[in-house]
């Protein structure tokens, strides 16, 4: 007994250090319970029966009954919207019917997922690379323009077609990302402001070539492309009429992550990133050609946020609009704030992705069911993404002690760079 | 050694144990009883999927949803939900969505949303969708199509202008080129040549040309004068107060929030200029600027969705197309915070029940231009 004491007291101290993960899933819970208390302070059922003590505290019972209902319907509604609805998965198993809608659920949040992780990826690099690229949506723009005009304009087997979409998906990318690689390689214009104020004119060239006679839909006035030709499309993975929207792109996914991980870790040119990253003066002591190291970084990071853009288009509209990618759907600004809760590393990122397509996906869920704007889903991400970002924070409220283990350090240095 | 330093630790286990327990806990508690909500839905339900704009938009995604709210009012066994839409890529899984819940009737707002909603009609026969304001692509039978005439109630709209104006010449200016828009453009200048011809005036209508042949909801071609999108309030301001230079006093922007632009215009001009409002009763809608609105021309969204929700919880529900006219207050005009005269008033009145029993024709080609 005291034996399996000292074991489960053991593996409590391993559980509470420090450890980046540690740190993320304690972020995480935080982050929920935040969304909890929006949920109690913004319900006008919850307060109404809160409001009841005021009056006799016989009613604490049923407050903290309504209380929990409403935040409990609000989690579980985001849950089995994005994870999987256990009735329907049970019903399913036992009598092998309705395997589509038991799979919807994770079907969505895989779709969502998809660019999100490559996209995510290609910030990633660039950050352990010591650059910010804050100009990742941008170049997912270009690269679904470019991919949409592969789609749209060229006729070929799908064989060649789908290839050729996604190669010029990244070439776009490449294209955005070339220029405040080059300018931060030889005049030295810091990348932040360059990526980002390449964001609106990639938007406004959007609008531009939406408009032109090449791309706009015939016999329509607005921003609208044609559909991308059916060779072009990356199809459902369980085919069309299974109504699941998951694709082959997350196949795409994965291979980047793979690709990403034997980048870093065991290529010369990735480690040839990772030095530069943690230290540019050592990196250029030791022989590493920074102006290359920048302008590469930049058209790797660039190609990869382009094929998050047309995989995306590819994936899930077959076209392209002038609200592609455009505001909420800007998954190049929540590939930022995917890629630092991932802590850079191709793993990471691959979870960091799949929560948040479950928060998204889930917190439509949510507002079809219980009238909780998807608001909800946008604060808890955030909060999540502040309590990762302040992992002193983290550690103080749950009194986490230091690990044995070094914990892994961001390599960007931002404005000291 | 190590030991005190575990029994230290284990001091705050309850805590983090509380608090991840409450979110965690609640959770897997309630997974298990989500089986309740699946069997109580004898209810009829109806769910709105609004476009970019939200149900706060003050427009049209408003009206949608207000529409089904007023329906949730006359019948009690319509509940009712929605799911704005954060760009284009939302429609799709947000009809999607609906339909997974088995609502009995799903709207959506606007004519962007057109190919997911036919593409989703065509796939689910037994779901019923009515959207708003478009014409739709499919002929499935599942889909109610809410269409409005506005050209009838820019007749009025522009035949109040007309006999308003102290300057003789009016205008007006669209967003984009669309037919949606185009109609409201072309009723208004018919207006405005019906008043010349039967009150023996000459009252100028900027902004629009209409090309000869009848206007539809399908097509209304013209040339005139556009901002290109349905946001740039500054171009709005630079259009009226362009008009206002050329000698008109009233504007009818027919852009949605670019409108507001005008009324900035309108403001800055001085007594004597005013807006002719669109979409909406401006003096609700946008109720700090009533005084700077002759009136306004509706559409009639609210009605006609409250209208397909009732019928179709009545199990009353008939694909195919809604129009709204005058005679079902599918479009109208009201009047702002400017004064108008009784007998202007009249005189409108007597308008509108012409063009309610057609014997007053809405084409502006069937009068003479001025």
Known sequence: ?417 | MQKVQIRGRLRHLGMVIGASSLVLGTLTISVAANTVSATAATKFKACVVTDTGGVNDKSFNASAWQGAKDAKKINKNISISYLSSTSSTDYVPNINKFIQQRCGLIVTVGFLMDEATSTASNAHLSQKFAIVDDAPSTKSKNVLSLQYETDQGAFLGGYLAAASTKTGAVGTFGGMQFPSVTLYMNGFVAGVRYYNKTQGAAVKALGWNPASGKCSLGKCDGTGTFVGNFSDQTAGKTITAGDFAAGADIVFPVAGSVGLGSVAAAQQAGAGHSVMWVDTNGCVSDAQYCSSFIGSVTKGVEPSVRDAILSAAKGKFHGGTYVGTLKNQGTGVTYGGITVPASVKAKLNAVAAGIKNGSISVNPNDYPAS
């Not at chain 1, 290839?163 to 005049?187: D, N, Q, R, V």
């Not at chain 1, 917190?363 to 946008?378: F, H, K, N, V, Y």
Request: hydrophobic share 55%.
């Open chain 1, 1 to 417: 007994m005291p034996r399996a004491f000292t074991q489960f007291a053991n593996a409590w101290v391993r559980l509470t250090s420090k450890s980046p993960i540690v740190v993320t899933f304690f972020a995480i819970v935080l982050g929920l319970l935040i969304g909890a208390l929006i949920i109690i302070t913004t319900t006008p059922a919850v307060l109404v029966s809160w409001r009841g003590l005021f009056h006799s505290w016989g009613g604490l019972g049923h407050a903290l009954k309504v209380t929990f209902d409403n935040v409990g319907s609000a989690y579980r509604d985001m849950f089995s919207g994005s994870v999987v609805n256990p009735p329907e998965f049970w019903h399913a198993l036992t009598t092998g019917k309705n395997w589509n809608q038991a799979l919807t659920p994770i079907s969505e949040t895989l779709t969502y997922a998809t660019p999100l992780i490559i996209a995510s990826i290609g910030v990633g690099l660039a950050f352990q690379t010591g650059i910010f690229n804050i100009g990742a949506n941008g170049q997912a723009i270009l690269g679904g323009i470019a991919g949409a005009s592969v789609a749209t304009l060229i006729h070929l087997p799908m064989i060649l077609h789908l290839p050729l979409t996604m190669l010029a998906g990244i070439a776009g990318g490449m294209i955005a990302g070339s220029i405040p690689g080059l300018l931060k390689a030889f005049t030295g214009a810091h990348e932040v402001i360059v990526t980002l104020m390449l964001n609106y004119v990639v938007a406004l060239f959007l609008i531009f070539s939406l408009l032109s006679t090449a791309l706009q839909r015939p016999n329509q006035s607005n921003d609208i492309s044609r559909n991308f030709d059916p060779s072009a499309q990356l199809a459902p993975l369980f085919g069309t009429a299974s109504g699941l929207r998951v694709s082959w792109g997350i196949f795409i996914a994965l291979a980047v992550v793979v690709f990403a991980w034997w980048f870093l870790d065991r290529s010369s040119l990735g480690f040839d990133f990772r030095v530069t990253g943690a230290n540019p003066n050592a990196a250029r002591a030791s022989g590493i050609n920074a102006k290359a190291v920048i302008v590469m970084v930049f058209l790797l990071s660039g190609g990869l946020a382009g094929l998050a853009g047309v995989v995306q288009a590819s994936s899930t509209t077959h076209l392209i609009d002038g609200g592609f990618l455009i505001g909420n759907a800007g998954i190049g600004f929540t590939a930022i704030t995917v890629a630092l809760l991932g802590r850079n590393r191709p793993m990471g990122i691959l979870w960091a992705s799949l929560l948040f397509a479950a928060l998204g996906v889930g917190g439509r869920a949510m507002q079809a069911s219980t009238g909780i704007p998807l608001d909800l889903a946008t604060v808890i991400q955030s909060a999540i993404v502040l309590f990762v970002a302040t992992p002193v924070l983290v550690k103080e409220i749950f009194r986490l002690h230091t690990a044995q283990t070094g914990a892994v350090q961001l390599a960007t240095k931002g404005w000291s760079s």
